[in-house]
């Protein structure tokens, strides 16, 4: 990789940690709207402890970001899959990125992903090529897989029935990784599911823009939530 391409890389990862993991969809009515965010959201990705905020203008820096990668990728310079698609095709959204009120102790905790909740026994797909790092048991998460995807990009699904794939294994974006399940640390069937850039836990919900996915952030139950501890499967 030239020193060009390292250079382009570092900024993507540093402007993507800092917009993705605060990014929310606006499109939908039950979504908040609130003010900007703030400012120093690089310490606030550091410290672990940043509110998912609404943003607006931020939609352009995203998708400035999104073609960047995809430039990149076109290129070879450094292979980078994006993960672009649903991992699940008929859901309701239980519970969205960032601080909650946990489910099983009754306080307000950081949630590090989504949770998309739907029958023991649903597909789960792959949201972007990759290769299998750990498809095991994981404590809090259950069943879990998490996939590379270039980039120091992960994704992470958690609380699976039953698993598909094995570690090392390459996978390709809609291939079928394992079904919906209730393992681990988790109150109902559902996928809890991370996008992870530098080990840093970032907002899922860009990544899955789609008409689906806003139709299921309307209709989201109380119900299939869950998820691991701070520092599980690190």
Known sequence: MTEFSQVT???????????ASLM???????????????????DKVAEKNSDVTPLGAADEDFRA???????????NMGKVAIPSRLPVDKFRLTSRYGYREDPFR????????IDMAAPIGTPIYATA???????????????????????????????MSRLNVAPNQKVKRGDLIGFMGSTGRSTGSHLHYEVRINGEPVNPEPFLRSSTYLLAMQDRLNQGQGGPEENEAE
């Open 129 to 159: 090529d990759g290769v299998v790092g750990r498809a095991q048991w994981v404590s809090g998460y259950g069943k879990y897989i998490e996939i590379e995807h270039g980039g120091d990009i992960q994704t992470r699904y958690g609380h």
């Open 24 to 42: 929310i969809l606006v499109s939908a009515p039950a979504m908040a709207t609130g003010p900007a965010a703030p400012t120093d959201i690089a």
């Open 65 to 75: 970001l999104f073609a960047n990668w995809q430039k990149r990728d076109d290129q």
């Open 106 to 113: 009754g306080r307000r905790k950081r949630h590090k992903g």
């Open 9 to 19: 890389l570092t900024y993507i990862k540093k402007a993507v940690v800092s917009a």
